[in-house]
């Protein structure tokens, strides 16, 4: 057997801690190809209330101006509030299936909560690209609630979440991997992952963009809508074999949705995430 050198296991270890972060049972990454699947990401169209960046801005200053100029969330108003909520709707790869999956997810910050989880059918097929019609299947699937003692949940990142984009790039990929072919693809999974599991208050979801920012080859897509109907800006990575689409709100910096496609032997969706709502409640189980 080869022995992988120090990057070489830190690689391996890294994508393997972001990507089980935000999906489930996935497999090893299979071999890069010429070719990437043709599914389309969130559907690019006009869109009015929609502010773009100033024309002529590269991606790297779309993404900087829009953390220099967002602004806060109700959910920010309320971060005095013990727990911290998020839902999201999730479509992840496992073997050859894809597996749909609604999460509401409320966590103290000693580790206890509540998360609440309707699946829609497993899809037999990874050549899948996620529909608005899709998401009506989750309301009539029904929720299996499960309680957490202290230290049952988690956190992506524990400790306090760095509001300086250095600090907080170091902590979802290790720079000694910068010079690594994965590592964009690292990076802004790690992005993907953070935003999926945790709340990230105005100057955490600055960071993030601007860490954003830093990923090689980031290109700016324009103004799109995710299949929830929301309007934002869209943003791609393009690294590994792998292409990733984020879908921004240019207003407050949050992550909308993201979308993971893969080539390779067994090409098609990795993943897609919609973040529907985030905020803070006095109790777990409690309507934000």
Known sequence: ??????????????????????????PANP????????LAGPRSVATPG???PTPGLTPQESLTTIAATLTPTPGDRTADLPYTYLHTQTWARASTTIIRTDL???????GSGQETIRRAPDLPTLKHQPTSDERNLFHQAPPTSTQHPAGGLHPYLSGTIPTDPTTLAARL???ELAGEPAYPRL?????????????????????ALRVLATVPGIAYLGASVDIAGRAGLGFRVTADGSTTTLFIDPTTGELLAAQELIAGSRPGLFSYVLILDRGHTAEAGASW
């Open 1 to 26: 057997m080869a022995k992988l050198t120090t990057p070489a296991r830190c690689l391996a270890l890294a994508l393997g801690s972001v990507f089980l972060a935000g999906c489930q049972a996935v």
């Open 31 to 38: 071999a890069p190809s010429t070719s990437l699947p043709t």
């Open 50 to 52: 929609i502010a773009s």
């Open 173 to 175: 990929a290790p720079p």
């Open 187 to 207: 990076l802004a999974g790690g992005v993907v992952s953070l935003t999926t599991n945790q709340y990230l208050g105005q100057q955490q979801r600055a960071a």
């Open 104 to 110: 509401q997810r409320w966590r103290h910050d000693d």
